[in-house]
């Protein structure tokens, strides 16, 4: 997930799901001598394939805030018991079933992320998705595209998302995974294939620095991206090793 602000109810978890191919199930289809030393695995070696879901802009407690048995959105007998407080009503906000499929949420910058956590009390979310400001071409805040809606806490559940929890049921589901940097999609995702994210002068890794709002803005990931469809090379540098 980007920034995890989008739709966050408070929460910066990256939302995980890995499913793993066992045994006969994955192999199958490979023929008979390979099926049978499936069959003779045992332990960690029965897993064959791994397959990793992690859902861009959507924070772990939006669409899995009420699964059964995760660590979500805290509950008592009477309801929810978490609301964060909302400047455009003086009150609180507290957690609320929304089956709309398109969610504007808060936007999804570093800056935003450090507004959101807010020194660790996670309660500027609704707060950081009123604040108005100049939309810029690039603004990512989505009060620029949605006007004053605000969904911050709106959640989920199989309703709207049966595929998702059907896969929290029959595989892993993540719950205590957090989202390694508190930024926008691109380091993310570097961070998620690297452990880092960077911004490099050249193709030596030896000039790449640190960089996490950036490194490049989506104006320029368009145009590498159409460059690259094209056939020409990418004037994007990501020149250290990934994690594989």
Known sequence: MSAGTRGSLGDKRSLLVVGAAIGILGLSSLGGTRTVAAQSSTGIHKIKHVVVIMQENRSFDEYFGTFPGADG????????????????????????????????????????????????????????????????????????????????????????????????????????????????????????????SAKCASSRPQTCSNQIVGPYTTRQIARAQTAQRQGDTPALQFAWPDLT
């Open 73 to 196: 959105l805290p509950r008592d007998t009477n309801g929810f018991t978490s609301c964060l407080p909302d400047p455009a009503s003086n009150a609180c906000q507290g957690p609320y079933h929304d089956p709309t499929d398109v969610n504007s949420g808060s936007a999804h910058t570093a800056a935003d992320a450090t507004a959101d956590i807010n020194g660790g009390a996670m309660d500027g979310f609704v707060r950081d998705s009123r604040m108005t400001r100049e939309c810029a071409p690039e603004d990512v805040n989505p009060l620029c595209a949605h006007g004053t809606q605000t969904d911050v806490m709106g959640y989920h559940d199989a309703r709207e998302i049966p595929n998702y929890w059907r896969y929290a049921q029959n595989f892993a589901l993540q719950d205590h995974m957090f989202e390694p940097v508190a930024s926008w999609s691109l380091p993310a995702h570097l961070y998620t294939v690297s452990g880092w």
